[in-house]
């Protein structure tokens, strides 16, 4: 199984600021198989980013996401008021899919 | 436009079984190039793969799980569904299901709403 170690736990900042995430594999994921969703409090997770870097339908363009083998990064270059939340990883290259513990951006 | 939606007992008793159903609006599970996961997510904690069934019957499940688990599909419905048996506390969580993209083993594009199961006497 492939555990994914997210950091920071959590991320303090301001609107405007830049948000970088990182998100660890223990061992090197398939074809950059790595998938970032967004949770807000009371919600289920919305897919942000696949495949490491492709942004889904409907994400903004600020957030972008980068990596490959065991290191991944995900990006917001200016957060904006709804960005603040809570944000996890998933490796999809080998099952069992596991997800990392999560990175909670607060302001 | 793709909608999930759980439904089922929100309250079950240790030991018990937790039983579990996703409709699906807007996608038809018998659809190639998806899967249909269940997710879940204790309170305050992170997110747990459960498993996923394909329209044929095929299942994958998490090994952490997969001796009290069945995941099931009824596609004259466009439902599937979800049987966790000798549930303990340890089982309480929101329960999500999930359309998965068949893509490497699968990443999650569409949920529902999820639905809170409460494992007590």
């Known amino acids: 199984e492939i555990v994914l170690t997210q950091s920071p736990g959590t991320l303090s900042l301001s609107p405007g600021d830049r948000a970088t995430l990182s998100c660890r594999a223990s061992q090197s994921v398939r074809s950059s198989y790595l998938a970032w969703y967004q949770q807000k409090p009371g919600q289920t997770p919305r897919l942000l980013i696949y495949?490491?870097?492709t942004r889904a339908s409907g994400i903004s363009d600020r957030f972008s996401g980068s990596g490959s083998g065991t290191d991944f990064t995900l990006t917001i270059s200016r957060l904006e008021p709804e960005d603040f939340a809570v944000y996890y990883c998933?490796?999809?290259?080998?099952?069992?899919?596991?997800f990392g513990g999560g990175t909670k951006v607060e302001i | 436009q793709v909608r999930l939606q759980e439904s089922g007992p929100g309250l079950v008793k240790p030991s018990q079984t937790l039983s579990l159903t996703c409709t699906v609006s807007?996608?038809?599970?018998?659809?190639?190039?998806?899967?249909w996961s269940w997710i879940r997510q204790p309170a305050g904690k992170g997110l747990e793969w459960i498993g996923r069934?394909?329209?044929?019957?095929?299942?994958?499940?998490n090994p952490s799980l997969k001796s009290r688990v069945t995941i099931s599909v009824d596609t004259s419905k466009n439902q599937f569904s979800l049987i966790l048996s000798s549930v303990t506390a340890a089982d309480t969580a929101v329960y999500s299901c999930?359309?998965?993209?068949?893509f490497g083993e699968g990443y999650f594009d569409y949920w529902g709403q999820g639905t809170l199961v409460t494992v007590s006497s």
């Open positions: 807007g996608d038809s599970v018998r659809s190639g190039g998806s899967y």
């Open positions: 999930a359309r998965t993209v068949w």
């Open positions: 998933q490796q999809y290259g080998s099952s069992p899919l596991t």
């Open positions: 495949g490491a870097s």
């Open positions: 069934i394909y329209a044929s019957g095929s299942t994958n499940y």
